[in-house]
C-alpha cells in the first residue's frame, strides 16, 4: 500500500510533532506501506522519511509542479 504525505518542513516548537511523524513511520513499516512523501530532508518530512528508511520501509519523493 502507498500512503502519500504531506507535512511541516520544519519540526515545530512541540516535541510531539516529531514523536508522531516517528511513530507515523514505524507504523508505515509495519503495515510495509510506501511512504509518498514531499521530498523534503528537514523538519517533520525529514524525520518522517528518515526513520522509515531507517526502518527499512521504501520512500519515494515527489516535487508538485504548479
Known amino acids: 500500500?502507498?500512503?502519500c504525505v504531506f507535512c511541516g518542513s520544519?519540526?515545530?516548537n512541540?516535541?510531539?510533532y516529531a514523536d508522531a511523524a516517528k511513530e507515523?513511520?514505524?507504523l508505515l513499516?509495519?503495515?510495509?506501506s510506501t511512504l509518498i512523501y514531499g521530498v523534503?530532508?528537514?523538519g517533520l518530512m525529514g524525520?518522517?522519511?528518515?526513520e522509515v528508511m531507517?526502518?527499512?520501509g521504501k520512500v519515494i519523493g515527489v516535487i508538485p509542479d504548479f
Open 10 to 12: 520544519a519540526s515545530g
Open 1 to 3: 500500500m502507498n500512503i
Open 29 to 32: 513499516c509495519t503495515a510495509k
Open 14 to 16: 512541540n516535541p510531539a
Open 54 to 56: 531507517r526502518g527499512g
Open 24 to 26: 507515523l513511520a514505524s
Open 40 to 42: 523534503g530532508n528537514i
Open 47 to 50: 524525520i518522517l522519511a528518515d
